[in-house]
């Protein structure tokens, strides 16, 4: 394989998330090069997150508990362009170190085949870096797991490991690349640390493979039934192809000037796209007996064909201790996301359409009142908005 046209780079990703057993089989008779590999697979999807994550910075912010920052731009591109360097690093790294682990389980040492392993069974991860865009969707990216399941199914085809080996095959290279994907992300986030600081502008266990993936002090994740679920995946893919990101100053229409003895005391929105991605974004500051809230709502566009994932794969997380707690789940159909802690400061998130966040967070009385503010934006009329 020398390159991937973009029409069946997009049927394999959609073969190899929702048939994999059949497309392993025919990847494995495939004619391929480690360069057309890398160029026509690995270049184009490992781009994902950081160009997500760039527009996601620059665009909708980080936020936590009242507090909000947007790294300059050239710290947010400086660590697209490092994120990204590093993923085609690791994927490179990766098929290596599968070659090389082979004969020790006796499969067949074939570069060629080790790339296709290393390259295709990182679809998910890859997919999913979409999330970034949305800061507060960031979570999501644990449905990159699914990339494991996908290593699990085509290691030992691929490679020739006989049947009684292959498992413990495939155990060694998950731990090999779980410890890929720390190093990666330790040495991203330090050489981003300094080569360019952050900077604040806005705001004073084990799982199984065919189930469920449970995450330890995250949560779970159902990974089952895939066929159940496909038909939701690909509506929303289908919808994702002609979306554009609601205009900024009409989703900025939508928040209400006080809510609930809130008043409002800042208004603000944004917009962008790049490589076909994009999003929008408004939000207002409210205060009420000296505390501060910021109600926001974003829409995702394009991004939301992957947000539907989180609702088909069944994504819950869990995690509570002395200091508070914070999970994330269905609830009526909606995808939602809380945190709460003992000092009073929170957030409260919901994902309507497979598209829209609208989320409420920082400092308040209690949980309900974020909840509250929430659902003071018109969230019907903002569903009707997706085009």
């Not at 046209?5 to 190899?16: A, D, G, Q, W």
């Not at 936590?64 to 362009?81: L, N, S």
């Not at 002395?322 to 269905?330: A, C, F, P, R, T």
């Not at 802690?341 to 497979?354: I, T």
């Amino acid at each position: 394989m020398t390159g991937e046209t973009s029409s069946n780079l997009i049927e394999r990703c959609k073969n190899i998330l929702l048939k994999p057993k059949e497309e392993w089989e025919r990847i494995d008779t495939e004619p391929a090069t480690v360069g057309g590999l890398m160029t026509g697979w690995v270049v184009p999807l490992a781009a994902i997150g950081p160009v997500a994550g760039l527009i996601g910075g620059l665009v909708f912010g980080y936020g936590g508990f009242g507090i909000t920052y947007r790294p300059t731009v050239m710290g947010a591109v400086t660590g697209a362009v490092i994120g990204y360097v590093l993923a085609l690093v690791s994927a490179f790294l990766l098929a290596k170190i599968i070659d090389a682990l082979a004969p020790n389980f006796g499969g067949q040492k074939n570069p060629v085949q080790a790339m296709k392993v290393a390259a295709y069974s990182g679809t998910a991860a890859y997919l999913t870096g979409i999330f970034q865009l949305v800061p507060a969707l960031a979570i999501l990216g644990i449905l990159g797991l699914y990339s494991l399941y996908l290593l699990y199914l085509g290691l030992p085809r691929l490679m020739k490991a006989p049947e009684d080996k292959a498992m413990g095959y495939t155990v060694v290279t998950v731990l090999v690349a779980i410890v890929l994907f720390v190093v990666v992300s330790t040495v991203t986030a330090a050489l981003t640390s300094a080569l360019v600081p952050r900077a604040s502008v806005f705001g004073s266990d084990a799982g199984t493979l065919s189930g469920e993936v449970s995450v330890p002090g995250v949560g779970k994740v159902d990974v089952g039934k895939l066929q159940e679920t496909a038909a939701k995946m690909e509506a929303a893919a289908e919808r994702a192809k002609t979306a554009t990101p609601v205009d900024r100053q009409v989703l900025a229409a939508l928040l209400p000037a006080s809510a609930g003895g809130w008043t409002r005391t800042a208004l603000e929105s944004s917009s962008a796209s790049a490589g076909g991605m994009g999003g929008s974004q408004a939000e207002a500051r409210y205060e009420a007996n000296g505390q501060n809230v910021r109600l926001k709502v974003a829409d995702l566009a394009s991004a939301g064909a992957f947000a539907a994932m989180a609702s088909a794969f069944k994504v819950e997380t869990s995690r509570e201790d002395d200091q508070g707690y914070e999970k994330s789940g269905l609830i009526d159909g909606h995808y939602t996301m809380e945190k709460w802690n003992k000092e009073g400061r929170g957030s409260y998130g919901v994902l309507l359409a497979d598209r829209f966040l609208v989320e409420a967070e920082g400092n308040a009385p209690d949980i309900g009142t974020l909840k509250a503010l929430v659902g003071a934006v018109d969230t019907g009329k903002l569903a009707g908005l997706a085009n």
